[in-house]
């Protein structure tokens, strides 16, 4: 299974980006599309995911400024960030979570917020 992930960039603090996720299959009824942050320095941290019935879960800090969506005709997972802060510096990774349990990684995309 490969992931494109794509949409990442340098946006000024208080703008907004929209990520991009395609797998090349579909993770099935009962699978999931995660997207992770990995800043420098710190551990790989989920941001948001969502399940393939279209449950949704956030970290705090993407609490109402984030939001995760998948549109199942293109098979891709968005998500959308509002209101950036430099904090939110990072390499983001979407993430194909299989019933199987079986996790495989896309290529990150750099999202650069300045001050």
């Known amino acids: 299974v490969q992931l494109q992930a794509s949409g990442g960039g340098l946006v000024q603090a208080g703008g907004s980006l929209r990520l991009s996720c395609a797998p090349s299959e579909s993770t099935g009824s009962r699978g999931a599309i995660g997207w992770y942050r990995q800043a420098p320095g710190k551990q790989r941290e989920l941001v948001a995911s969502i399940t393939s019935r279209g449950s949704t879960n956030y970290q705090d800090s993407a609490k109402g400024r984030f939001t995760i969506s998948r549109d199942n005709a293109k098979n891709t997972v968005y998500l959308q960030m509002n209101s950036l802060k430099p904090e939110d510096t990072a390499v983001y990774y979407c993430?194909?979570?299989?019933?199987?349990?079986?996790?495989?990684w896309g290529k990150g995309t750099l999202v650069t917020v300045s001050s």
């Open positions: 993430s194909a979570d299989f019933y199987s349990g079986m996790k495989y």
